[in-house]
């Protein structure tokens, strides 16, 4: 039943090492999300992808990457996270980007830094 | 670029009490609106949304929004709040970005609901 999967639901790690964040979707959809969302604020957009075409936000910091192998994949990737970027991540998915589009979001990764 | 307030950070409500939380919206045109809600450790579910027509928009769990171009408001209305209607409520406006309608959230409002 579930459309949206984001694994693992909390991921640790340490400063300055790598990590990769997942998700996954059972709906088809041509566009996904990241965003992130730190402690009571807004979901801020990172980047989408409109099948496979990438759209990076204009403040994304360069050390998030992310990649989308197959319409069903999406995968965010730090490569060197800061005690700042200690936040929950969110993915979302869209059928299409048109405004009438519903998006769908998943549970969240949340992310601790050490 | 579109931006949303939503200007309380929080709001208490008694169980079974009436419930409004606004949304003021900046937009050049005519405004796609929508209103999410996230219970802890979840994410975000839409509860509604307005493109066009009536100004009045039913969506679920009970929830209505009013769409007034007057006021550039969007604010959502519940006539009896359950205690499982605790959570965050974000407003958003849909704003077109390198072909793509993005949703540009507000802050957030959190309801506490008293029993």
């Known amino acids: 039943d579930a459309m949206v999967i984001q694994n693992p639901r909390y991921q640790v790690t340490q400063f300055g090492k790598p990590v990769t964040l997942s998700c996954s979707q059972t709906?088809?959809?041509?566009?996904m999300y990241w965003y992130q969302q730190k402690s009571s604020q807004a979901p801020k957009l990172l980047f989408h992808?409109?099948?496979?075409?990438?759209?990076n936000e204009a403040d994304t910091p360069d050390n998030f990457q992310s990649r989308r192998p197959n319409t069903s994949f999406c995968f965010l990737d730090i490569r060197s996270p800061g005690l700042g970027d200690a936040a929950m991540y969110l993915c979302?998915?869209?059928?299409?980007?048109?405004?009438?589009?519903?998006?769908?979001f998943g549970p969240g990764t949340r992310l601790l830094v050490l | 670029a579109q931006s949303v307030t939503q200007p309380d950070i929080h709001i208490t409500v008694s169980e079974g009490a009436s419930l409004e939380l606004r949304c003021n919206y900046s937009?050049?045109?005519?405004?796609?609106l929508f209103w999410y809600v996230q219970s802890p450790g979840q994410g975000l579910q839409l509860l509604l949304k307005?493109?066009?027509?009536?100004?009045l928009v039913q969506g679920i769990k009970g929830f209505e929004a009013e769409f007034k171009r007057s006021q550039s408001s969007f604010n959502l209305r519940k006539p009896s709040v359950h205690w499982s209607d605790a959570a965050e409520y974000f407003c958003?406006?849909?704003?077109?970005?390198?072909?793509?309608?993005?949703?540009?959230f507000g802050r957030g409002t959190s309801l506490i609901v008293h029993p």
């Open positions: 992808y409109y099948d496979k075409d990438f759209n």
């Open positions: 937009y050049g045109a005519t405004p796609y």
């Open positions: 979302a998915t869209s059928r299409d980007s048109q405004a009438q589009e519903t998006q769908y």
């Open positions: 958003a406006v849909g704003d077109w970005r390198r072909g793509s309608y993005i949703p540009t």
């Open positions: 307005y493109f066009s027509g009536d100004t």
């Open positions: 709906l088809n959809h041509n566009v």
